[in-house]
Structure formats: C-alpha cells, structure tokens
C-alpha cells in the first residue's frame, strides 16, 4: 500500500486520479478539436498539468507527511507520557526512604 492510499480512499469518485486525469485530457482534446487555436489550447494545457501536479502530487504528498509528522509527535508523545511514569515511580521509591 503507498502512503497516498488512505487519502484516495476517502475521496468521492470524481476525486479519485482517475477522474482527475480523464477530465484533464478530456478538457485539453476538447480545446483543441473545438478551437483548433494553439494559443488557446497551449494555456489550456498548462492550466490541466498545474492542476494535475497540485492535485495528484503536492496535496497527497503533503498529508502523506503530515501523517508521518504526526504518528512521530503521537509516539513522541507517549514515549514521554511513559518515561514520565517511570521517573514518578523512582521518585517516590526515594521518598519513602528514611
């Protein structure tokens, strides 16, 4: 499983890379067969490769990350949560000693 699966699994279909892609092409190809302008169809293009490098790319691997950044401070986080009541149970063994 790659690390973008459980952010494409909670997207609705036309969400999905799939869609993503068909309707990129399918925007491009239209500009084209309609216009037949290249002045027009080259924008149009760079809009759908901008479009597909932000939504395929950079938003899955930045909650890819952020995941990561945050399984890190949740085992940070009990790690200290567990070392702290090590440190407790130390600490009031030596209290009890006269």
Known sequence: MTPSAPFWSQKPW?????SIVATGSAVSVASWVLLQ?????????AA???WW??????VPG???A??????TADRDEQDQASSGAAD???????????
């Open 14 to 18: 036309w969400c999905q890379p799939w």
């Open 37 to 45: 302008r290249w002045w027009i169809t080259t924008p149009v293009v």
């Open 48 to 50: 759908v490769l901008a």
């Open 53 to 58: 490098w932000l939504f395929l790319v950079l």
């Open 62 to 64: 930045a909650t890819a």
């Open 66 to 71: 952020d995941l990561r950044l945050q399984a």
């Open 88 to 98: 407790q149970g130390v600490s009031r063994s030596a209290d009890l000693d006269p």
